[in-house]
């Protein structure tokens, strides 16, 4: 009898756990492109600054705060949702997961903006829980969601362009038999669904990220009129880099996701669950091959 696996509640972070390993240096990079001003860094500009200055393991600043604030993916469904479903889900989840992590977040940017500030200005968080801690202490709990709005808007746009959009993608070319279920199409279809996240996110990506950085910015509103008084292209600073760790970020954790799934997940028999015109139809006997295939 033909079988499915399905996923484990706990192998999306763990996917996403394993993804971060690799993209970190990334997104520093692209946080310290994001938290300038008035200056006019490139990728390699920034990188030679970083090692110049730091050296190579500085890359990972903040790397106990990314794996602290990752949120968990689910494909624990038994059939294909609607897309307007799969929305929906993927935004809610997307905005709980955003404003949890929104504290481990902070310290994150905190920690790998250090790489540029001059010594007497650096923070110097030992991990991600020294400072949670010295947040507290030293500027109040409520210091600890500043941005929690930007970032949970974010969490729900990310969710909406990765999980929604790699789901119905995979869907719709399983469906149509354009590809198979196998490796390359997870990565061409979580190459698509990086692409969508990072132009749907990036506006938000940047707000967050300056509010969370400066302590300046009393609320959201001044955020973004500051922000805009340097122009329009100011929401889209370092859309290349966003991207660079993006992309990669939603191809591994994907690919990641569905190679735990095959050989670690749940095995689900077909008569268990609502045939999947995407599954291979396997009939028990004659007479089910004859209602399947016709006359």
């Not at 969490?155 to 909406?160: H, Q, R, S, T």
């Not at 789901?167 to 698509?192: A, C, P, R, Y």
């Amino acid at each position: 009898m033909y079988q499915k696996s399905v996923s484990r509640w706990y192998f999306g972070g763990l996917a996403s756990l394993a993804a971060v390993c690799v993209t970190h240096p990334l997104d520093l990079l692209k946080v310290l492109l994001q938290t300038e001003h008035g200056k006019h860094f490139g990728v390699a500009g920034m990188t030679v600054r970083v090692i110049t200055i730091n050296g190579f393991s500085s890359f990972y600043n903040g790397f106990s705060g990314s794996l602290c604030r990752q949120e968990i993916l689910s494909e624990s469904r038994k059939k294909y949702l609607p897309f307007h479903q799969k929305v929906i889900i993927g935004a809610m989840g997307g905005f709980a997961g955003g404003f949890v992590g929104t504290p481990a977040d902070i310290v994150k940017i905190r920690m790998q903006n250090d790489v540029k500030m001059p010594l007497h200005m650096k923070r110097n968080y030992s991990h991600a829980l020294d400072g949670m801690i010295r947040i507290v202490r030293e500027e109040r709990f409520r210091a600890l969601f500043s941005g929690a709005t930007l970032a949970s808007s974010r969490g729900a746009l990310m969710m909406v362009g990765q999980a929604s959009c790699y789901d119905q993608v995979k869907e719709i070319g399983i469906t149509s038999n354009l590809f198979s279920d196998s490796l390359f199409t997870h990565i061409i279809v979580s190459f698509m669904a990086g692409l969508c996240a990072t132009f749907l996110c990036q506006p938000l990506d940047v707000l967050k990220i300056r509010m969370m950085n400066n302590q300046d910015y009393y609320s959201v509103f001044y955020c973004v009129t500051e922000t805009a008084k340097l122009g329009p292209g100011a929401f889209y600073k370092s859309l290349f880099p966003t991207a660079l760790r993006l992309i990669p970020q939603t191809i591994l954790t994907f690919v990641f996701l569905e190679q735990l799934r095959l050989r670690f997940g749940i095995p689900v028999e077909l008569d268990q669950q609502k045939w999947d015109p995407a599954m291979p139809f396997e009939p028990k006997s004659a007479k089910d091959a004859i209602k399947k295939t016709g006359p």
